[in-house]
């Protein structure tokens, strides 16, 4: 693929995203409300979260950008989408907090937010050789890495005047060098794909893939077997040549052919950003209605015993059908529960019998009768016939009768 090609494909792909931005504005707006207005406070409720977790979430819900890319994800259905953000939520706290908590090493390189792209898009460098000089689990240095890539979106957009010039995605440089076959980890690509990608949807716009040779085609070609084929579009393969034809050389470091210091000399804003979750006192949420008692329970997510399951035939259950999950604090709330295919089969059989059910019985208690007075039926049988043939021979008689009559008369 030609570097003019490669410019038009970066360019079409981000013209499409910021227009569909632009158009689903109102749309963001809408489901932002209702998550903060009613989906939060029922978590809220629901799981007695306290006020840290409450505050940490709704900061999350700010987040215009990644609501965005999680409605996008989901085609821009509003149900889909506020289903999706509650269970993101909930992995957030049960599954990324306590993982924030811990000091990570530093694994991802952002340049400074005024060194971009061609179109406006922050620039990461990582090298893969890195994940082989971790002492720890690659697991949990991803995750606080992602989260503030995120942060350092979030943290751009906020000094953006107008919402043409958001920023929505990351282009990542990915060094090889010095990486073999024997590193390449297919389990961390498959759980960054299962567990980290739907929970941080669309924040890749490129990856470049630079020092790639021949050695490492088998590697991609388990790759390629795992990413979709979306992400799959998305890989490029340039040489140092055709990187400083893409990207401008002063945006990139001197080890990769740029005008920049070399990349560890770069100032990374990335270390800068907080991940921990914010006190209750320094950053509440601003809505009245979350400004309630703080609630002095755990923090384990267990059920709380007001929850309420409405059955699926019921007509104050907007999802028709399928069972959902309500609270006595909260009646205008619903939480829809797993959408099996036997539940859809009951309800539709419990229709279909509603309908029709009297019908099919009376029906058959007709066939039935009939079947059991068919005995009876068969003794009268032959003799109708037989009266009916005699009564037919009678009238003709009569009729031959009655003409000789006539003649005679003449």
Same mark, same amino acid.
């Given at each position: 693929m030609t570097d003019d090609v490669t410019r038009s494909l970066l360019q079409a792909n981000h013209n499409n995203l910021i227009n569909e931005y632009l158009a689903n504005v109102l749309n963001i707006s809408a489901v932002q409300k209702t998550l903060v207005d009613d989906v939060l406070p029922?978590?809220?409720?629901?799981?007695?979260?306290?006020?840290?977790?409450?505050?940490?979430?709704?900061?999350w819900l700010q987040d215009t950008a990644t609501i965005f890319r999680i409605l996008r994800r989901h085609r821009f259905t509003r149900s889909?989408?506020?289903?999706?953000?509650?269970?993101?939520?909930?992995?957030?706290?049960?599954?990324?907090?306590?993982?924030?908590?811990?000091?990570?090493?530093?694994?991802?390189?952002?340049?400074p937010p005024s060194v971009t792209d061609l179109f406006g898009r922050p620039i990461v460098f990582l090298k893969v050789s890195s994940l082989d000089e971790l002492k720890q689990d690659a697991k949990d240095v991803l995750l606080p890495a992602i989260e503030q890539l995120r942060l350092h979106l979030q943290s751009i957009n906020k000094h953006r005047d107008t919402a043409t010039s958001v920023v929505l995605q990351f282009v990542f440089v990915v060094d090889l060098q010095g990486v073999s076959l024997h590193s390449f980890n297919a389990e961390l690509i498959s759980w960054l794909m299962r567990e980290v990608i739907p929970r941080f949807p669309g924040m890749?716009?490129?990856?470049?893939?630079?020092?790639?040779?021949?050695?490492?085609?088998?590697?991609?070609?388990?790759?390629?077997?795992?990413?979709?084929?979306?992400a799959i579009s998305r890989v490029f393969f340039p040489s140092q040549d055709e990187l400083l034809q893409i990207f401008s050389p002063s945006a990139l470091p001197q080890d990769y052919g740029g005008l920049l210091p070399v990349l560890d000399s770069i100032d990374d804003p990335l270390p800068r950003l907080d991940l921990a979750p914010p006190s209750p006192d320094l950053r509440q949420p601003q809505p009245s209605h979350l400004?309630?008692?703080?609630?002095?329970?755990? /923090?384990? $997510?267990?059920?709380?015993? @007001?929850?309420?399951?409405?059955? *699926?035939?019921?007509?104050?259950?907007p999802?028709?059908?399928?069972?959902?999950?309500?609270?006595?604090?909260?009646?205008?709330?619903?939480?829809?529960?797993r959408r099996r295919k036997r539940d859809l089969l009951r309800t539709?059989?419990?229709?279909?019998?509603?309908?029709?059910?009297?019908?099919?019985? /009376?029906? $058959?208690?007709?066939?039935? @009768?009939?079947?059991?007075?068919? *005995?009876?039926?068969?003794?009268?049988?032959?003799?109708?016939?037989?009266i009916n043939t005699g009564r037919k021979m009678a009238l003709w008689q009569q009729l031959r009768l009655n003409w000789f009559a006539y003649r005679l008369n003449r």
């Open positions: 029922h978590i809220r409720d629901e799981f007695h979260l306290p006020q840290e977790d409450v505050a940490w979430a709704h900061e889909f989408t506020i289903e999706a953000i509650r269970t993101i939520i909930l992995w957030r706290l049960n599954v990324l907090r306590p993982v924030l908590r811990v000091p990570q090493p530093g694994l991802l390189h952002c340049l890749l716009a490129a990856v470049f893939l630079l020092n790639y040779s021949w050695a490492h085609s088998g590697m991609w070609s388990i790759a390629k077997r795992i990413l979709p084929v979306s400004d309630s008692a703080e609630v002095t329970m755990p /923090t384990s $997510l267990s059920r709380t015993p @007001s929850t309420i399951c409405i059955p *699926p035939t019921s007509f104050l259950n999802f028709y059908g399928y069972p959902i999950l309500t609270s006595s604090r909260h009646p205008h709330i619903f939480r829809p529960t539709l059989a419990f229709l279909w019998w509603r309908r029709w059910g009297i019908r099919t019985l /009376t029906a $058959l208690c007709i066939i039935v @009768s009939l079947l059991m007075v068919r *005995p009876r039926l068969r003794r009268w049988l032959p003799v109708i016939p037989a």
